[in-house]
């Protein structure tokens, strides 16, 4: 141990630095100094480290900017001279073209396009085509490039920095404008229209009955109409996108009333009816069964009408081609003009019932007739007694009436044509004497005109009368063949009649005795 060492002995220390100068408050010398160490790094503090760190990074972010502008700057003036990416018009894309190349192009493609271009508007076989020259087509380039450039060259540039990248990240498409002539347009639309626009007009039947087929027909017309907006619209969508396409067109039909099905089914020959002249009916009644039947053939009859035999046939009179010949009047066959009609008359009712139609008005004769059974006969007269029946079905009926010749008979052929009967359905008719009058007692008549006998003493039967009867008539309803109805049509009477005895008016006169003859001497 050093001589030093001992107890009690401080070893000298090392001189301590002279104290610092208090500083003021508030003074220029407020922030203390870095110090350093001997030997060691200058330590600043914590407000130091934080300013300059501030410095730095406002550095970095001045060059930064700077940087990112030039990018921006570069970028943005990049496409001084070009369109920007991302712009397209229809499905041209613009980005990098200049504006005449970018107008070269898009006229090059649009000519392209409108030469290959058209509209099919289609109706069933018949086609009309629209092409650009139909409706002057252009394409109008210049507008279109003009809004195109305008994208990504308004505004700040940071703005028209964030107008490219847009650009880019989602394109945008102008569409491409044809023009067109508008008017032309819809005077094609017109004139299509007009030439597809069609009356509704229902199927019609002409009657022909001195024909072996007596009707003709005319088919239905399905009535047209062409709304055209529609059509337009689409037509305007393909001028617009340059698409050729084929358009169906779909015009409104309205359905006629009555079609040339419904007329031939409700056409038929409902019934036939046939009457026998017979071969002692002379020319005049010949005759005025003709000029009836000429009368009621072809005559046509709508459903519901009245029809009045004597009103068809007309006035019994030579002006309108009758004559005289045999007729009943008041229970006697007489002469007058027109004789015969009322088996014309009769043939009618008989058809006009087994028609299943309706009778309004009909008298029997006074007595029965020898082309008839009776109940089923029908007498007219031009003075006062009529044949009057409706149609009472729901369609038009038709008459056929002639006088048939052949080699053996003449005789009366009435056809009636409307809506058939329903299935299995038939009408006939059947009478039945329900009672007989007995003939009466003779009744003797004074011959003044000693048209048969002349004297009281002489007697000629001139008739022999003939008993009356009572006739019920029935329509008799069967169908397939079982009758299902039995309808009383009519209750006839046709009167007895007394035999008929002519008595001479004169007395027979008293013969005169011959004179005696003288005896010779």
């Known amino acids: ?271 036939i009816v046939t009457s026998n002249i017979s071969s002692s009916s002379d020319e005049g009644r010949n005759q005025n069964i003709a000029v009836a039947l000429d009368h009621l053939n072809g005559l046509v009859i709508s459903a519901g009408e009245r029809v009045s035999f004597n009103s068809a046939v007309g006035k019994r009179t030579t002006e309108n081609g009758y004559t005289t010949a045999l007729e009943i009047a008041y229970g006697e066959y007489v002469e007058g003009i027109g004789g015969g009609v009322c088996q014309v008359s009769t043939a009618l009712y008989q058809a006009v019932l087994r028609a299943g139609l309706e009778v309004l008005e009909r008298t029997p004769h006074a007595i029965p007739s020898n082309y008839a059974e009776m109940g089923q006969d029908a007498t007219v007269s031009d003075r006062g007694l009529d044949f009057v029946f409706r149609n009472s079905s729901d369609m038009p009926i038709y008459i056929k009436a002639r006088l048939v010749t052949d080699t053996s008979r003449k005789y009366i052929e009435i056809t009636i044509f409307g809506k058939p009967l329903p299935d299995g359905i038939r009408y006939t008719l059947e009478s039945t004497v329900i009672e007989t009058i007995p003939l009466p007692e003779p009744v003797y008549v004074r011959d003044k005109d000693a048209q048969y006998v002349v004297y009281d003493d002489e007697e000629y039967q001139a008739s022999d009368g003939r008993e009356g009867y009572v006739v019920e008539t029935y329509r008799v309803t069967s169908q397939n063949g079982a009758v299902t109805e039995r309808e009383l049509i009519s209750t006839d009477t046709y009167d007895a009649k007394a035999p008929e005895i002519y008595v001479g008016a004169q007395p027979r006169p008293t013969p005169t005795p011959a004179p005696t003859p003288t005896p010779i001497a």
């Open 1 to 271: 141990m050093s001589m030093y060492s001992r107890a009690g002995y401080t070893p000298p220390q090392a001189p301590k630095p002279p104290a610092e100068p208090r500083r003021k408050k508030g003074g220029s010398g407020g922030r203390r100094p870095p110090t350093r160490r001997p030997g060691g790094r200058i330590r600043f503090s914590r407000r130091a480290k934080a300013v300059f760190a501030l410095l730095l990074t406002l550095i970095v972010l001045v060059l930064a900017t700077m940087g990112v502008a030039v990018f921006m700057s570069l970028y943005v003036h990049a496409y001084d001279d070009a369109f920007v990416p991302g712009v397209y018009i229809g499905n041209v894309p613009l980005g990098g073209l200049t504006p005449e190349e970018a107008a070269q192009q898009l006229s090059g493609i649009a000519q392209q396009g409108m030469e290959g271009w058209h509209v099919n508007l289609i109706y069933q076989d018949v086609t009309k085509t629209i092409t650009p020259q139909d409706l002057s087509m252009t394409f109008d380039v210049g507008d279109q490039l003009n809004r195109a450039w305008a994208i990504g060259r308004s505004g700040s540039l940071f703005e028209r920095f964030m107008q490219i990248r847009q650009a880019q990240q989602e394109p945008v498409t102008i569409v491409g404008e044809i023009a067109y002539d508008e008017a032309r347009l819809d005077e094609i639309l017109s004139q299509v229209q007009a030439g597809l626009e069609r009356q509704v007009q229902n199927a019609t039947s002409s009657f022909e009955p001195s024909s072996d087929t007596p009707f003709s027909f005319t088919d239905e017309v399905y009535g047209r109409h062409l709304d055209t907006a529609p059509v337009r619209e689409q037509i305007v969508e393909a001028i617009a996108t340059l698409t050729s396409c084929d358009i169906t067109l779909e015009p409104e039909l309205t359905a006629p009333e009555i079609t040339r099905a419904m007329l031939e089914e409700n056409l038929s020959a409902i019934v």
